[in-house]
C-alpha cells in the first residue's frame, strides 16, 4: 500500500512539473499567434531581412498550422520539439536543408523574446 502512494504522489508531482514546463511555451506560442508583425521584426533583428522575407511567405501555410497544433497537444513539450514541428514542416515546403533548419531556430529565438 505504501509503494502504491509514493507511485500516486509521483504521478501528481509529475504532471504538475509537466505542466508547469508546457504552460511558457504554450503561452509564447499564443502570444506570437496574436502578434505576428512583432515576430517578424525580430526575426529580422536577430537573423537578416532575407530569413524574415521566406519566413513571412510560408508563414501561413507551414508555419502557424504547427504552432496552433502544438496548442491543441496535451502532452508536455519543450522549445526543441516547437524546433523540429517546424523544421519538418517547412522541409516538406521545398526549403533546402539548411533553410529549413534556419528559419526554426530564429523563429523559436524570437518567440522566446517576444514572451
Known amino acids: 500500500m505504501r509503494r502504491l502512494s509514493h507511485e500516486i504522489s509521483t504521478s501528481r508531482r509529475c504532471a504538475r512539473f509537466d505542466a508547469y514546463i508546457e504552460n511558457p511555451v504554450k503561452d509564447a506560442i499564443r502570444a506570437v499567434l496574436k ?3 512583432k515576430l517578424f521584426k525580430l526575426i ?12 513571412e511567405k510560408r508563414f501561413s501555410k507551414y508555419i502557424e498550422p ?3 497544433d502544438l496548442l491543441d497537444e496535451y502532452s508536455a513539450f519543450g522549445w526543441s520539439d516547437v ?10 515546403s521545398g526549403l533546402s536543408d539548411s533553410s529549413a533548419k ?3 531556430h530564429w523563429t523559436t529565438i524570437a518567440i522566446k523574446a517576444i514572451y
Open 66 to 68: 504547427v504552432l496552433r
Open 44 to 55: 529580422e533583428k536577430f537573423a537578416e531581412k532575407k530569413i524574415r522575407t521566406e519566413l
Open 83 to 92: 524546433q523540429n514541428k517546424l523544421y519538418k514542416s517547412l522541409k516538406k
Open 102 to 104: 534556419a528559419m526554426p
Open 35 to 37: 502578434n505576428k508583425a
